[in-house]
């Protein structure tokens, strides 16, 4: 059934009752009122009707002071009969007054959006910052309902009027939430409707199943952690220079979609997910991190800013990082490539080969003073050059935007020149190309077949 917003379809004794004498207004889940509820102003106006055709009810307090459609006050000493019944109210806020003083405040809490499985999706809430225990909503789905903010003296004693979080984070989909304070520039919460966006749908990041990351199938999760630190961690490298940090995840290794959806696990666990010192209740701690097409980003949180260690070498240009300062950074561009070496030189085993600058400052290929190209694959800026041992393929690594050898300009393409040279089985072969901004470049060394050499032992 649906929601209820016209008073005919409410009867006394079937779907509300009214108790004149303890001063109770209870409805129920019967005839026409089902889990969908009713609206408050239906709910109002079908007890102005009954007060003024119930020769019972006439005699006895009114028990509504309505403010606006959306916004009212029982008074008189009247109040909703129970929790069930103040869940079945939508549409509207409450107080329960007495003698001009509050003693219950309820807002309404609707969500605007979709959820993409409303039979299951459930969204939660927190209504203190440092609370460690979730409060899921009452119905699957998107949310319509009576949420209590306040309660005075001898009510429960409790006044949550200055906070209020709502999150939606279901496994393999995307996550939201909402600080309703903060993003609708409220002082304080009132007795009213409040509206708010919050929606998922498929994550295409996730293919992992909690299971998988439990027992580590398909990656090492395990050994992707977060820490969150009390003062900055600086980190050094980017192209920006340097940023502070206060939440790092270390990633183990780990490629940047195991990483991923780690975080992602994390950030539904009913638990302290710091690895540290300190404490952090996953649920309701900040989102960590966001795709953004195939490049994964940290976000800033009110930890503050988000970095990733120990990644995986071939994230490094898919990877950016927000600081404290909310300034986003990234590493040096690394362009990567491989040189395939054919059967020839696989086969020789004297068989070497070198990559040049083909134009340089300090030498161009050619001259004596050619400068060899370094790869940055290891901290001591190897030479690309070595023995072909047998190898089908040399992978490499270039500093792109930091390549400063014998005086090049940095962050410009290398036109490169490439040779090998072998002994009994391979003759010298050269080939010429470019290293551009750009990731699995290739480039061949065919060494023609030695049939001349010859060095009797």
């Known amino acids: 059934m649906a929601k209820i917003v016209d008073p005919d379809f409410l009867n006394q004794g079937t779907e509300v009752t009214i108790d004149a004498t303890n001063l109770t207004i209870a409805l129920h889940i019967a005839g026409n009122l089902s889990t969908d509820g009713v609206s408050l102003k239906a709910l109002y106006s079908f007890i102005k009707e009954e007060w003024r055709y119930d020769s019972t009810l006439i005699p006895v307090l009114f028990p509504f ?37 509050t003693n219950k405040a309820f807002f309404n809490l609707t969500t605007l959006g979709s959820f993409q499985d ?52 279901e496994q393999g989909k995307t996550f939201d939430s909402y600080d309703l304070l903060s993003e609708q520039n409220l002082a304080s919460l009132t007795y009213r409707k409040y509206a ?32 969150y630190y009390a003062s900055p961690q600086t980190k050094t490298g980017f192209v920006q220079g340097s940023g502070n940090f206060h939440v790092i995840i270390d990633a183990g290794g780990q490629a940047r979609g195991y990483v991923y959806e780690k975080i992602q696990y994390l950030l539904r ?34 930890d503050g800013g988000v970095f990733i260690d120990n990644i995986n070498a071939d994230d490094t240009n898919n990877l950016y990082f927000v600081t ?7 590493y040096p561009y690394v362009a990567t490539g491989s040189i395939a070496f054919n059967d020839n030189l696989q086969n020789d085993a004297d068989a070497y080969f070198w990559m040049f600058f083909t134009t340089n400052p300090s030498g161009d290929y050619g001259t004596a003073n050619a400068v060899i190209v370094e790869d940055t694959s290891d901290s001591t800026a190897n030479q690309i050059a070595g023995l072909v041992a047998g190898a089908s393929a040399y992978q490499f690594t270039f500093d792109y935007d930091g390549n400063t050898q014998g005086g090049r300009t940095q962050g410009t393409d290398a036109n490169v020149t490439i040779v090998a040279i072998g002994l009994n089985t391979a003759q010298y072969v050269s080939t010429t190309g470019t290293i551009s901004r750009s990731k699995g470049q290739s480039f061949s060394l065919v060494a023609p077949l030695e049939r001349n050499y010859s060095n009797p032992a």
Request: hydrophobic letters at 35%; zero cysteines; charged letters at 15%.
């Open 118 to 169: 409303s039979g299951s999706d459930t969204a939660y809430y927190i209504q203190a910052a440092d609370q460690t225990a979730v409060v899921y909503t009452n119905l699957t789905g998107p949310v319509n309902q009576a949420i209590q903010y306040y309660a005075g003296a001898g009510y429960g004693d409790y006044d949550y009027s200055t906070y209020f979080k709502i999150f939606l984070r």
């Open 269 to 302: 666990q009913d638990a302290d997910i710091d690895s540290g010192a300190g404490y952090s209740y996953g649920k309701t701690a900040d989102e960590l991190l966001q795709f953004v097409g195939s490049d994964l980003y940290t976000l800033l949180t009110s």
């Open 324 to 330: 404290d300062a909310g300034a986003t950074v990234y």
């Open 196 to 227: 708010l966006p919050l929606s998922n749908s498929s994550d295409a990041n996730i293919s992992a199943s909690d299971n998988d990351i439990e027992t580590d199938t398909g990656a090492s999760y395990s050994s992707i952690v977060v820490t």
């Open 65 to 101: 002071t309505p403010i606006t459609d959306e916004q009212f006050e029982l008074i008189n000493g009247w109040d909703f009969a129970d929790t069930a019944s103040e869940l079945l109210v939508r549409d509207g806020g409450w107080a329960v007054t007495q003698g001009g003083t």
